[in-house]
Each structure stands twice: as C-alpha cells, then as structure tokens.
C-alpha cells in the first residue's frame, strides 16, 4: 500500500488543531500540512454536529476568539448575559479556515475530514500514521512532524452498567445528544441523566424545558454534585475576566506560575496570609451555596431531594466538575421538577433503572454527562509510555513507575513548603488512580522525542488563547527554536507540576 507523504501532520481540527496549524503555516506556507478530522465538520467539542440550540459558551463575547479575527456579536436573543449559544463558534470556526490562507491554499483545503486515526508509530525517524477515510478504505501517510490536538472531549466515556442488555431503550452520551430525538420524541417521556457535572446539568434543564420526567442519578462513589455558578452580566464579565487576568489576583490561589515573591509569601507562609485566604474562600462558598438556595427550598424540593446538589467540598478544593449556569431560572426549575438521587446503580432492567437502595425508576432514555476518556488510542502502550501520555497503571513501566513516584515525593515536599495550607485538605473524595498523568514539558513536549507536540491536552477556561500561545510554541518547538533545559531538570519541572495537580 503507498504512503501519502507531508511534511507534518496535525491530528485534530477543533481549537487547538486550527490554530496550531495556522501558525505552523505562518512560518512554513510552503510546507505540505495536512489535518486529519474523524468528524464532518471543525470544531471538536463546538462543531456544528455536536452543538445544540440550548448549549451554551462558557466564556464572554471578546475572549472566545483567536487575536486575529474578532468574533461578530450574534443577535441579543441568542445571548445570555456575556455568554451566547455555541452554535455561533462552529460558524466562526467554519469562517476561520476558510480566511486563513498560505500559498493560495486555505486551511479548509488542507482538512481530511471523516479520516479516523487508528494507529501512529514512529519508524526509521518517520511517524506513519493509519486510519480509515470516510469510505472506510484504509489510508497510510509518513510525516517526519506530528502535532497532536485531539483534545480532552473526543471520546466519550460511557458508564458500563449491569444490566445494559436487557434495557432495551437508547443510551445517549452528551456527545451526540445534540444529533438525538430525544427532546422532540414524543415516545421518550422519562429520562434518566447521569452525571455531576455541567453537562449533565445542561442535559437536565434542557430535558424538563421539553416537558419530560426527569430523574438525576448522581454515583454515590464519586466527587459529588458539581460547582455551578450564574453567568455574569456583559459588563460584570468584562470586568471580571479583566481583573481575573491581573497577577494579584492568581496569588489569591496556590499556584506555580506565581513568583516566589515577598507578597506570595506573605499570604501562602504566614498565618495572617492564609487567615486572609480561608475567609476569601470562605465567603466564595457562602455566595455559591445562597445562590443555589439548597437549605431553604420549599416542600417540594424537599421531596426532590434537592439539597443533594450542594457541593460536598469547598470550591478551592473542588475536585469534581464546575461550570457557569446559562439559565435564570436553573436552580428554580431543577428545584421544582427534577428528582435527585445521590446513589450508585445495581443493575438496568427492561424500561427501569435499579438503584442501591433499591428504588426503581423508569427510564426511555439514559442520558450520561460522564465526561470524558483520553482520546489517544492510536498510540500503542509503548509509544504512549515513551511520549509521557495517559495509559493504564498496570502497563507502564515499572522502571518509569520507580522513577517518577521518586520525582514526585521530591516535588510534593516543594509544593508543600510554598503552599503549607494545602497539607490540611478537608475531607473529600478521592478518585481511584487508573491512569498514569501527562509527564509533558510546558504540557506540550515529550521528553525524549522532539519530532512530536501534543497541544490541547489541558484544561483552561481561557481556551482561545491558550490555543495560540501553545501553536507558537510548538512550531518554534518543532523547528529546534527552543533552548530546553536539561534532560533532568525537565523531569524536576514535570513533576512539580503533576505534583500540585495531585492537592
């Protein structure tokens, strides 16, 4: 079979694929890129098959942009407060490859569309990439550069429940909730959503505003109900993302990227500091626990089991799922209309699902907000070991596995100094480790391979952004225009801040 050969590939065409390749191609337009896309459309997350009329942006107008082309504001009926419905990134995004353009080629021009990666290895110093183009025929390609952006929200993780063969109605992933019938079947009237976090909190507002019964299944075994806060007014949005960018601020929360300064140690070393701290994350708790009015319902929310959706841990300590509410009335209408079960499932049966306590309750349709596996399968367990990817604890290397719990005892005493306050967690729920974390420098370089950067594998409101500033990066990575430090020090660095992810 013959080899179609580029000089580099990007794996992905959401956010942070597009602009990685935009500005690979601003310093190289001759190079022969290629995108490779498993969906029909850009966008990833946003892209228009994925999105729905009641989904929503969680950042404000004038931050969900690239710096190169402003964002149009769309009409006032699709917007709430600073946030406006998603629908309205897919278009920008569709827009953008079509105005980015090198050597008379457009970004568009240079996206393989329904091409599902299956396999990349590295041989003879060149990465051979394999997959399955929308006629299912395989296609192979060598490039001796790799960019991977296949992102956080690529694949979809889907809870295993016992029983799930004798169910017998569908079992719908937030994935492809917006391509369903589920809110316009007159059939499906008893929906089940399962989850803790924001989608799951979209799938059940948007379920109850369709006229459909709906239970919210929340695992016991698990963090617990997620953090959600109202959208800020258009004007308050601007303020606060203007303040929240300044470095005073980020000193508020523990945090490497702050300078070991007189004033970081102050508050995170002194017990006058970290009094101020407590109280300021104190009173953020109180505001966020009022605006859910979860102790001081009526009687009807009471029967709901409503108070089951207050947090279980502070919000500097939160570990589960937080987002903003895109709906006044959101907590007023889950109150009101929406049974809340804070339990773990034993089994699904014909029409019903079968809860620990064993309550039954009947479902049409499962809907899982679940989250999110990592979407990196093409990479075999070696490979994925050499380049410092997730993979299951059981396959790393146990000579690795020695190294790194050294380097990150190392670094959890140096965070602990920094940040004595994080020594004393509340109680909370702690989530099995499976996976092994990302050991990548500046969260894009392997350690031992400078042909390939991974971008996009984080976890950041400002996404845009950091997009842009991770694309530079890479390419100038890529092109051997980045003076790394030693081999062991890189080491040091990554697990200082796997380290602090682990409080």
Request: aromatic share 10%.
């Amino acid at each position: 079979m013959e080899f179609a050969k580029v000089d580099i590939a990007v794996i992905g065409a959401g956010i942070s694929g597009i602009a990685a390749a935009k500005f690979y191609l601003d310093v190289h337009p001759q190079c022969k890129l290629v995108i490779l896309e498993k969906d029909r459309s850009v966008g990833g997350v946003w892209n228009s098959e994925r999105v729905y009329d009641t989904f929503y942006t969680q950042s404000p107008l004038g931050t969900w942009e690239y710096s190169d082309m402003p964002m149009q504001e769309p009409p006032k009926e699709d917007m709430y407060e600073a946030s406006f419905k998603a629908k309205y990134t897919s278009q920008y995004l569709e827009t953008y490859i079509d105005r980015c353009v090198h050597a008379g080629t457009t970004l568009r021009e240079r996206i393989q569309y329904n091409f599902d990666v299956r396999m990349i290895n590295k041989e003879d110093g060149e990465w051979t990439i394999s997959g399955q183009d929308r006629s299912g025929e395989t296609r192979l390609l060598k490039s001796p550069k790799l960019i991977v952006a296949s992102g956080l929200t690529s694949v979809a993780n889907m809870p295993m429940l016992a029983g799930q063969e004798r169910f017998g109605n569908p079992i719908i992933h937030q994935k492809d909730f917006g391509k369903s019938d589920v809110l316009s079947s007159g059939t499906l009237k008893h929906v089940t959503v399962l989850g803790a976090a924001k989608s799951a909190a979209d799938l059940v507002y948007d379920c109850v505003e369709a006229g459909k019964a709906v239970t919210w299944i929340i695992r016991r075994a698990g963090t617990g109900p997620g953090v959600f806060v109202s959208s800020p007014s258009r004007k308050s949005a601007s303020a606060a993302y203007s303040i929240g960018t300044l470095r005073i601020i980020a000193t508020l929360t523990p945090s490497l990227f702050n300078a070991d300064s007189w004033w970081n140690r102050l508050l995170q070393r002194s017990w006058i500091g970290r009094r101020l701290l407590t109280n300021t994350w104190k009173k953020l708790d109180q505001d966020i626990v009022a605006e859910g009015g979860f102790n001081n319902r009526g009687e009807k929310a009471k029967n709901n089991r409503f108070g089951r959706l207050k947090p279980h841990t502070p919000f500097i300590w939160q570990n589960q799922g937080a987002g903003i509410i895109n709906r006044p009335d959101f907590w007023d209408t889950v109150a009101e209309n929406v049974q809340i079960y804070h339990e773990d499932i034993e089994t699904l049966d014909t029409g019903v699902v079968r809860l620990m306590d064993g309550q039954e309750i009947p479902a049409d349709v499962i809907l899982c907000g679940t989250g999110w596996t990592p979407s990196l399968g093409f990479f075999d367990h070696d490979q994925l070991a050499k380049l410092g990817l997730p993979q299951p604890i059981g396959s790393y290397p146990s000579e690795q596995a020695g190294m790194w719990k050294e380097l990150e005892e190392e670094a959890d005493r140096t965070v602990l100094d920094r940040f004595p306050i994080l020594a004393k967690p509340p109680d909370h729920y702690r989530e099995p480790i499976k996976i092994t974390p990302y050991r990548l420098y500046n969260s894009i370089a392997p350690l031992l391979d400078r042909s390939v950067a991974i971008v996009g594998h984080v976890l950041i409101a400002n996404y845009f952004h950091l997009s842009e500033y991770q694309g530079i990066w890479a390419t100038a990575y890529l092109d051997g225009k980045v003076n790394m430090p030693p081999l062991e020090e890189r080491k040091k660095d990554v697990a200082l801040f796997r380290a602090l992810d682990g409080f």
